[in-house]
């Protein structure tokens, strides 16, 4: 790691580090929460079979409504957003809203970036 400490004119110790070796110290830590959360039950994960249909999906949205059993009107009702907002982030004509997303990714039971992914 080729990091480097300074000490702020309040004492506060700093590191500053290559942008390249944080996003690796990032995804990592992103991995060790994932790997926590499948073993702790938090998280189901997928088989993967299912990784194929979710990389076929239209959206990650989608995908994840349906491996939930949910219609497009439920999630809309259970996450107090609309049913065209749904529909049409599924169908990819619009991004969907911060907020659409973070409480569709809660009813979904799902990091709201699972939603994001590759998109």
Request: hydrophobic share 45%; glycine share 6%.
């Amino acid at each position: 790691m080729n990091a480097k400490i300074i000490t702020t004119p309040k004492g506060e110790r700093l590191a500053i580090l290559p942008a390249e070796e944080y996003e690796e110290m990032c995804d990592a830590l992103i991995h060790a929460q994932a790997m926590a959360d499948y073993r702790e039950g938090r998280d189901q994960g997928v088989t993967l079979a299912e990784m194929q249909t979710l990389l076929d999906a239209p959206t990650p949205l989608a995908f994840w409504r349906a491996k939930r059993g949910m219609t497009q009107a439920s999630l809309a009702e259970a996450a107090g957003v609309t049913e065209a907002d749904i529909e049409a982030i599924e169908a990819g004509t619009v991004a969907g809203a911060p907020e659409v997303m973070a409480k569709a990714a809660v009813v979904l039971r799902v990091r709201d970036d699972e939603l994001l992914a590759g998109r």
